[in-house]
């Protein structure tokens, strides 16, 4: 079975610092997807940013890249120039592919706070 | 504007009692989630299904029921057989192709009191 995990339940940086957020996967599949999520404390889960495993090149999306790691099955988020609205928890998750089940299976979340 | 409509946003629940969490969502998704959420343990698969009157187990389904009858909802509903309901509900949905991402709605707190 896949699982994920995310060994830092909390983080904290300085405003306009870089944080990374960890996580890693298990999984037996070559073809999958990876995502990170964000939950603000609103609780609406937003995508952040998702990476295609078959991809070589790290996705990013303004302040926000990968470092894809495929042979580690590492997968972490980097928030570059961290602002007072990034604070939020955040889910890294994983999916299968070849369209067998679409369930999208989540690590625990870190908590990201930002200090001013 | 299209979206992912939880209703209601917070329930109480009486021991014993049946509860229905309401999904709806004008997407045109096929595939729907529900996903339960406690504090320390992420987000565990209750129910899935990727198309109209089939639906499958997740990791965590027992003392849980859902039905998939039209398109557009995903009821979830919580039966007296779960022992800890509290928590927070989030449904979601996708098209089913892998590599787009999830919507999910606002989220539902249950309480039992």
């Known amino acids: 079975a896949q699982t994920v995990t995310q060994s830092q339940p909390e983080m904290s940086v300085q405003e306009a610092e870089t944080v990374t957020l960890s996580c890693t996967y298990d999984t037996s599949e070559s073809d999958y997807y990876l995502f990170w999520y964000k939950q603000p404390p609103s609780r609406q889960m937003i995508l952040v940013i998702r990476q295609e495993a078959y991809k070589q090149q790290n996705a990013t999306e303004n302040r926000f890249s990968v470092n894809f790691q495929k042979a580690a099955k590492s997968f972490s988020l980097k928030i570059s120039d961290s602002q007072l609205g990034d604070a939020a928890m955040y889910f890294c998750?994983?999916?299968?592919?070849?369209?067998?089940?679409?369930?999208?299976?989540f690590g625990t979340g870190t908590l990201l706070a930002v200090q001013p | 504007d299209g979206g992912i409509t939880q209703s209601p946003k917070y329930l109480f629940r009486k021991e014993g009692q049946n509860v229905t969490l309401s999904c709806e969502q004008n997407l045109n998704h096929d595939a729907m989630y529900w996903y339960r959420q406690d504090p320390g343990q992420g987000l565990r698969l209750i129910y899935y299904?990727?198309?109209?009157?089939?639906?499958q187990k997740g990791d965590i389904a027992e003392g849980y029921s859902v039905s998939r009858e039209k398109k557009e909802s995903f009821p979830l509903t919580v039966t007296s057989a779960q022992k800890n309901p509290t928590a927070f509900y989030l449904c979601?949905?996708?098209?089913?192709?892998?590599?787009?991402?999830?919507?999910f709605g606002q989220g539902t707190r249950l309480t039992v009191v």
């Open positions: 998750a994983y999916r299968r592919g070849g369209g067998a089940t679409n369930k999208l299976i």
């Open positions: 299904s990727q198309i109209v009157n089939d639906f």
């Open positions: 979601a949905s996708s098209i089913t192709r892998d590599r787009d991402e999830a919507f």
